[in-house]
């Protein structure tokens, strides 16, 4: 070997010993994502923290025990949030995969998460109105007026009412919130109306 080629050759293998003996520092700094997806997680449970014992007959004027609502961003960066609670009947739009409900927001919850940070609050509810009328929710002790009745449902046998959560996320880029393809709901039977 001439001597070009022995330098050539300790130059290649100086560089790769310096690199495998950096490189536990070097992924200390470098994140390199290995098959993560990014997305948000929204979920709705129940009184005792489980995927169960959701209310579904209710009354007026009973406080019902809380459901918890919940959302961890996998996303990757900081995300400012927004959850839109909204009240429909049968014959009313709610939210579906590509599309929010057109309806107005009963309440709405605002927060900022951080990548894999969750948030999670208690969300207590109650109606007030008259026969097939909801003309009030309670929720968290605040009063949101609202006009929706519901028809009776012969096949059902009852009065029923979609209580639902949608999932918006703020668009530095538009700065606006858009609606971010999730919701989650509640079939309520409101017959004792």
């Known amino acids: 070997m001439e001597l070009k080629e022995y330098r050539r ?47 579904f007959n209710v009354e007026l004027n009973v406080t019902q025990e809380p459901v918890y609502v919940a959302v961890c961003n996998n996303l990757g960066y900081t995300v400012y949030y927004r959850v839109y609670m909204k009240l429909r009947n049968q014959t009313q739009p709610g939210a579906n995969r590509t599309m929010p409900s057109s309806l ?20 207590v509810f109650s109606f007030q ?5 909801v003309s009030e929710v309670l929720i968290n002790g605040d009063a949101s ?10 096949e059902q046998r009852g009065f029923y009412y979609q209580l639902f959560f949608e ?23 409101m017959t004792s109306l």
Do not use: K, Q
């Open 104 to 123: 107005e927001p009963l309440y709405e919850f605002r927060f900022l998460l951080s990548d894999r940070e969750l948030w999670e609050t208690a969300c």
């Open 9 to 55: 050759f300790f130059g290649t293998a100086s560089l790769t010993l310096m690199l495998l003996v950096a490189s536990p520092v070097l992924s200390m700094v470098i994140s390199i994502p290995v098959g993560r997806e990014f997305f948000s997680e929204f979920w709705l449970l129940g009184p005792d923290h489980r995927a169960e014992g959701y209310p």
């Open 167 to 189: 999932l918006w996320l703020y668009n530095g880029t538009t700065r606006s919130f858009e609606y971010h393809d999730r919701s989650v709901w509640l079939w309520l039977n």
């Open 129 to 133: 109105g008259e026969s097939a009328l």
């Open 145 to 154: 007026p609202v006009n929706c009745s519901s028809a009776w449902d012969s």
